[in-house]
């Protein structure tokens, strides 16, 4: 639901740093799997309890996520480019929650697990709605340019940032935060299977 306003925000940064980083020679790739790498690394610290450097490995994390697109609009884009972006994007939103449960598994563990399975029937619904529009040759730039359709929702990565952003300033929070999301992301999942039957029905 954010990631447009997001985009307007943030994008004419992501652009200048995309330039400095395609001066230097280093490829899309690489961004995308640095960015993965730290994105693993805050899971372990969410796991070990070092919320606030959690919460700083996600952020540089997410950065990255932005920047190997913009840095592929400048040396080139690839289809292998914008798989590993969507594979290693739902590795990371797994691994947030996952660190919150080996955090603290008696009072988290449960709430992750909806969130995750939440995650993961929101991710259905989206990548199989982006088959479909592929086979049946539609096209969107309602989130800019992107290697697989996206329909838009009430769940974006704007959203789920920000719900990670709060539970690591507020770790005692986290099975609150982690149930409404994943109502909000069920409630996404379901919006997308009511509009691909009125779009491929």
Same mark, same amino acid.
């Given at each position: 639901m954010l990631d447009g306003w997001a985009r307007r925000v943030i994008d004419p940064v992501i652009e200048r740093l995309a330039r400095m980083v395609a001066r230097t020679g280093v490829s899309a790739n690489?961004?995308?799997?640095?960015?993965?790498g730290i994105g693993v690394l805050a899971g372990i610290a @969410?796991?070990?309890?070092?919320?606030?450097?959690?919460?700083?490995?996600?952020?540089?994390? +997410? @950065?990255?996520?932005?920047?190997?697109?913009?840095?592929? +609009?400048?040396?080139?884009?690839?289809?292998?480019?914008?798989? =590993?972006?969507?594979?290693?994007?739902?590795?990371?939103?797994?691994? @947030?929650?996952?660190?919150?449960?080996?955090?603290?598994?008696?009072?988290? !563990?449960? !709430?992750?697990?909806? =969130?995750?399975?939440?995650?993961?029937?929101?991710?259905?619904?989206?990548? !199989?709605? !982006? @088959?479909?529009?592929?086979?049946? +040759?539609?096209?969107?730039?309602a989130r800019g340019e992107k290697s697989i359709f996206f329909t838009t929702g009430l769940a974006e990565a704007t959203e789920t940032i920000a719900v990670f952003v709060l539970a690591c300033l507020f770790p005692g929070w986290f099975p609150v935060l982690a149930y409404v999301f994943a109502a909000v992301c069920f409630y996404t999942a379901l919006s997308r299977i009511v509009l691909a039957g009125r779009q491929f029905g």
């Open positions: 690489k961004v995308t799997l640095a960015a993965f @969410i796991a070990l309890q070092y919320f606030l450097a959690g919460l700083a490995l996600v952020v540089v994390s +997410r @950065i990255g996520d932005g920047l190997d697109g913009a840095v592929a +609009r400048i040396r080139g884009k690839t289809d292998y480019g914008g798989y =590993l972006d969507i594979v290693l994007d739902f590795f990371f939103y797994g691994a @947030i929650p996952v660190g919150f449960a080996l955090a603290d598994p008696a009072a988290n !563990a449960v !709430a992750a697990a909806v =969130l995750v399975f939440s995650f993961y029937v929101n991710g259905a619904s989206f990548l !199989a709605f !982006a @088959i479909l529009a592929e086979r049946r +040759r539609l096209a969107t730039v």
